[in-house]
């Protein structure tokens, strides 16, 4: 899959910034700011688990700037925690509500 080689490139970029860190201090401080403790895995995905958003943030003529920030807020909220189907309806009722 395209999306795990890109991660597994990814990686290897970071574990050869990882070894540099070891040896020159300003490379060590931005790497531990921007990794830190964090574990860079990949994992495989099969197919059916690869899915994206159909909303490209979607505009609210409803609502003003700063309720349609909050509502695309709770929107990734939503798909953090949610199923993706679960996710995806919720969005597009919310999506219908205010426009």
Known sequence: MELEKKAIKAKEVIEKIEKKSKDIAPVKNLYQNIIGNNYTTVQSLGSQEVKVSQYDPPTFTKLNEDQEK??????????????????????????????
């Open 70 to 99: 909050i509502v695309l807020e709770i929107f990734d909220i939503m798909e953090e925690i949610l199923d993706f189907n679960t996710s995806e309806m919720l969005k597009k009722r919310i999506v219908q509500k205010y426009n």
